[in-house]
DNA sequence: ACCTGAACACCGTTCAAGT
DNA sequence: ACCTGAACACCGTTCAAGT
């Protein structure tokens, strides 16, 4: 049967939870997908084009935040839900980011802009998208290359960014929504 | 003249100016110093090694921050120094959250513990630390990933980052500071 | 101590040609 | 429409050998 953007996408998922971005070559998907190299660029004009699909997939896995009684409360549950989808597979980070620049819609965007309507200052949104957004990536890529570099050299320290992450959270929160 | 360490360094950050990190690889920095590539390896056991160094050096740019009336200015201070440093050299950011993982001294800490000891609340340092250091590597990621897509692909939308940055920073300053 | 030369084991991408 | 085969132009890294 034939090909399609979405059996890569998979197959690409699968690698990347195996052995991360760098295990994850055009060569090593093709192998897996029974195919020539080449053939994938008869579906994606490039890496980069894939890459920015298996970031929709991540976001898509965004879970929707139910509406709450503080606007303090449902931005501390998209940022988690965000962190949760991205910290979620290997490396996820830095793909979920190179998405977003590629234009991906952000799902942070919508839910704060939900947010807002529901408790007020709907000007605010975009920075709060912005600011939220961006230190959920922040965080996550430096503990997913820390991974990555603890992997090779098992002597570096370790950290504990779960609760790093929820700590910085708190700092942001204190004030935002008021 | 025998190559050293800082020298290397020096060269690759030309590197980057000229051409950012794809342009950047073991092989071209070896041809502009007039060395074979492996005799990198002396002076660096990787390439991620030299990154490292490189993003010590961008760090090492950061201005300090004058002590100010109010907390909230003096954050601010702190994170528009570093992002400046950041962004002023190409793919910069992604470089500098290696050289972070990698466990270099990040000076936002330094910064935010002394800002926390002049006008109280040294106990929430950790916390504003982690949010603006990965705030500022959020969105010039972000911004530096938009810049290098856009070089290949003219049609892409143009985003205004400078001015993303300062909507973004303002929503989290809101209250940190407090 | 510092570097060369040559190789190893990879990459992403293109493109004529097949079916 | 969808894929193969073969090539192009690269990578980072290792290591014996030179000086």
Redesign the pocket.
């Known amino acids: 049967?034939?090909?399609?953007k979405s059996a890569v996408v998979d197959t690409a998922l699968g690698l990347l939870h195996e052995a991360g971005l760098p295990?994850?070559?055009?060569?090593?998907l093709?192998t897996r997908l029974?195919?020539?190299?080449?053939?994938?660029?008869?579906?994606f004009?490039?890496?980069?084009a894939l890459l920015t699909a298996v970031a929709e997939r991540v976001l898509a896995d965004v879970a929707p935040v139910e509406a709450r009684a503080s606007a303090a409360d449902e931005l501390r549950g998209v940022s988690r839900a965000m962190r949760i989808a991205v910290a979620g597979v290997p490396d996820g980070a830095e793909i979920v980011a190179l998405g977003l620049a590629a234009g991906a819609v952000n799902p942070v965007a919508e839910a704060v802009g939900r947010t807002c309507a529901r408790h007020g200052g709907g000007e605010r949104a975009a920075g709060l998208t912005t600011a939220l957004t961006a230190y959920v990536l922040g965080v996550t890529v430096e503990e997913q290359t820390h991974h990555n570099l603890a992997a090779v050299d098992p002597a570096m320290s370790r950290v504990d960014y779960d609760s790093r992450f929820d700590e910085g959270l708190e700092a942001m929160l204190a004030g935002m929504a008021g």
């Open positions: 049967m034939a090909l399609n295990g994850m070559s055009m060569r090593t093709a029974n195919v020539q190299p080449s053939a994938l660029y008869w579906h004009p490039s890496k980069q």
